[in-house]
């Protein structure tokens, strides 16, 4: 069974980092792109940053304005995502998901990020 | 950027009966199109791809259609766990995906 487990969502202060985590299992981890994917409360989805199986390849939405860096740990089956300069518009729950041959296949349940002051 | 842009926001429909869900993209994104649904307080689940495929286990009320820049997707004899908010997403332009804002379907 493929899960997705994803950690390090909290309370931050406006400026501050936080890094989350996402633990895979059930698959073959570093064989799949994965992704993370916001969404801020009571709105739609945001695809926020990509990164292919072996990570050498990163990809991130232009609206993040180069503050997150996401990467990962094929030995330990995690994908991570190091958010810096938080601003109060990042708050949202972060979901970890895996790109298939087609579409986000399977997703976490989700880590919440509130950036309040 | 491809936009994507769904409509309508919100869909009243009554249960048993279909719903048609429509997702127009700001450029060509041949087939390389998704679906998903959320339920209240649940990760969304991937329903459709390639525009018109069922995922593993989607029943076979769900069906979508389209290419190039319009999409729909067809809900038949809707039953009380397909009320959700279903979101399309392009994944031509890979490595950079993008979605719709989504559709709220309700009971009418």
């Known amino acids: 069974e493929v899960l997705l487990l994803e950690s390090g969502g909290g309370l931050v202060q406006p400026g501050g980092s936080l890094r989350l985590s996402c633990a895979a299992s059930g698959f073959s981890f570093s064989s799949y792109a994965m992704n993370w994917v916001r969404q801020a409360p009571g709105k739609g989805l945001e695809w926020v940053s990509g990164?292919?199986?072996?990570?050498?390849?990163?990809s991130y939405a232009d609206s993040l304005e180069g503050r997150f860096t996401v990467s990962r740990d094929n030995s330990k089956n995690t994908l991570y995502l190091q958010m810096d300069s938080l601003r109060v518009e990042d708050t949202a729950v972060y979901y970890c998901t895996r790109k298939g041959d087609y579409g986000f296949d399977y997703w976490g349940q989700g880590t919440l990020v509130s950036v309040s002051s | 950027e491809t936009v994507m842009t769904q409509s309508p926001a919100t869909l009243s429909v009554s249960p048993g009966e279909r719903a048609t869900l429509s997702c127009r993209a700001s450029q060509s994104v041949s087939h390389n199109l998704a679906w998903y649904q959320q339920r209240p307080g649940q990760a969304p689940r991937l329903l459709i791809h390639s525009s018109s495929t069922r995922a593993a286990g989607i029943p076979a009320r769900f069906s979508g259609s389209g290419s190039g820049t319009e999409f729909t997707l067809t809900i038949s004899g809707l039953q009380s766990e397909d009320f959700a908010v279903y979101y399309c997403q392009q994944y031509h332009n890979w490595p950079l995906y993008t979605f719709g804002q989504g559709t709220k379907l309700e009971i009418k």
């Open positions: 990164l292919s199986g072996s990570g050498g390849g990163t």
